[in-house]
């Protein structure tokens, strides 16, 4: 087993190859220092030229870390990733037609991963059918350059799937904590385990080179084999960045990695404000152990509203990234989580949320339409990509979408989306329960489109709601207003008031 530098790493790569990029989001387990040193490379060298990159999950600080590093015009043919939202560098390149450019569902490029390492042909999923990411609607392309057809629509049994096809890797950037002499790596410091094993081994299966970042080196034998996420036998080289923080904001959050307990007065409680209101908005419709997903954007204020209301413990809160329980970061941080019960790979947290095992998702939206159609992924002059939205919001039972009415002077209920993230429609065919909330007013997905049925107390509908949007909804009937106890400064009782689980039949296997 050999230990490299990073400039080594760096030099593995050669002119066209494909890189396959473990990590999540503002650093979680992303291997920055190998990113930094391809981009330094690049710029002193002039190569490598034209690869493509290949991760899952958004990496960057927002700024110029993570794929970031790669934003230079020349060394980036292709990228394919869940969302280009944490590297801005990308997406300009994607919107100056710079880039090849491609977001593709998280869940479907995670549990492709898996695919790739088993041999198998590609994954086969109707995650993604009617939105933007279905070849006979975009394909998930986000740059004209973007002509290759990385999905197929195909029938089995006379019911339509997706068929995301495989990739050729070369090379492999992975990371952990610590990793031994015999290339061990372990990841029990880390916010996330993600699919760092599945891109190991089908990064090997190809005859590709797998280079694993860790914070430290330990002896042979001294890691606990159950902490081990990637054995020895996937890794070719590896580099020991001893400064390694486990985000890019965090150093070292015992809470994060789960070795601490983090109080429930210890989560903020969010300040007055829109995002306030929509995410105690979203909260009322928790029930007793509610297992639930929480997007990002203003819908993870519900952790900090679950918290607030001491029903935190009542519900269970979970991520993409593959944490259970506990309560899940914002901004920056999001993807890790306080405390959590549980730390699976994300791939089987997809498997979980695609099978339908969410009660409840919370999701953000940018913009929706008068069909019911929600847009995260393009709007406004920017490249986001959809990350997990496509599908949770598919998978899960009921979804609640929250944002603000209107932003700024731009309305943000539209005649018709940009891109098509959740299609309202293909919901409604499905029987999905599906509502919007908004600071001023809350829809539901009715028979042809969103449905007015609460508003703000106080508010005129004609003249504070529907002027506020591009299209006229249809109104209930049954219109009422918002509960008053959403805009007040103290709690409003939620622990109290929290309806039980509905009745889960066990056939009689259980007293």
């Known amino acids: 087993m050999r230990q490299i530098t990073a400039a080594q790493a760096a030099a593995a790569l050669r002119d066209g190859d494909t890189l396959l990029i473990g990590g999540s989001g503002g650093g979680h387990a992303v291997p920055d220092a190998l990113l930094e040193a391809v981009g330094n490379r690049f710029r002193e060298t002039g190569a490598p030229r034209g690869i493509t990159a290949l991760h899952p999950v958004g990496l960057g600080d927002g700024k110029t870390r993570g ?15 869940g969302t280009f939202v944490n590297s801005p560098g990308i997406a300009r390149l994607a919107l100056d037609e710079k880039i090849e450019a491609y977001t593709l569902p998280q869940g479907a490029l995670s549990q492709l991963m898996r695919e790739m390492a088993a041999g198998r042909a590609g994954l086969l999923t109707k995650v993604g059918l009617r939105t933007f990411v279905d070849p006979r609607i975009g394909g998930g392309r986000q740059s004209q350059r973007a002509t290759e057809d990385l999905i197929e629509v195909v029938t089995l049994r006379g019911e339509e799937y997706l068929f995301y096809k495989p990739y050729k890797v070369d090379v492999a950037f992975i990371r952990g904590s610590a990793i031994d002499e015999a290339g061990n790596l372990s990841m029990e410091h880390e916010a996330v385990t993600l699919e760092m094993l599945s891109i190991a081994q089908a990064t090997r299966r190809q005859g590709g080179i797998v280079i694993a970042q860790a914070k430290r080196l330990v002896p042979r034998g001294k890691l606990h084999p159950k902490m081990v996420k990637v054995p020895g036998i996937l890794v070719d080289a590896f580099v020991i960045v001893p400064d390694q923080w486990q985000t890019y904001e965090t150093q070292d959050s015992l809470a994060y990695s789960g070795h601490h307990r983090v109080a429930l007065d210890e989560v903020p409680r969010l300040p007055p404000g829109p995002r ?3 995410a105690r908005r979203g909260a009322m419709e928790l029930f007793e ?4 997903n929480l997007g990002s954007g203003i819908s993870t ?3 900090n509203v679950a918290a607030e209301e001491a029903v935190l413990d009542r519900i269970c809160l979970t991520n993409e990234q593959g944490n259970i329980g506990g309560a899940p970061a914002s901004g920056n941080e999001a993807g890790a989580a306080s405390s959590p019960d549980a730390q699976v790979d994300q791939p089987y947290q997809f498997d979980f949320y695609d099978g339908g095992g969410l009660d409840l998702a919370f999701l953000s939206f940018a913009e929706f339409d008068a069909a019911g159609n929600v847009n995260v992924s393009r709007f406004g002059g920017r490249i986001v990509g959809p990350g997990g939205f496509v599908n949770i919001s ?7 979408f929250g944002g603000t009415l209107t932003a700024g002077e731009a309305k943000k209920a539209v005649q018709q989306v940009e891109q098509i993230s959740f299609s309202g429609p293909y919901a409604r065919e499905r029987g999905q329960e599906v509502l919007y909330v908004t600071e001023r ?34 109104v209930s009937p049954a219109l009422k207003q918002m509960d008053a106890a959403l805009f007040a400064d103290g709690p409003m009782g939620l622990a109290a008031r929290l309806p039980p689980r509905p009745v889960r039949t066990t056939a009689g296997r259980l007293p």
């Open 276 to 278: 306030r209101i929509v």
């Open 394 to 400: 598919q998978g899960a039972g009921r979804v609640v």
């Open 67 to 81: 794929a970031g590093h790669l934003a230079q015009d020349g060394l980036l043919k292709r990228v394919v990733s």
């Open 289 to 292: 152990g509610a297992v639930c």
């Open 301 to 303: 204020g519900i952790a």
């Open 441 to 474: 007013a809350v829809f539901r997905l009715g028979a042809s489109g969103p449905e007015l049925i609460e508003v703000a107390p106080g508010l005129d509908v004609e003249r504070d709601v529907i002027d506020a949007m591009a299209f006229r909804p249809a």
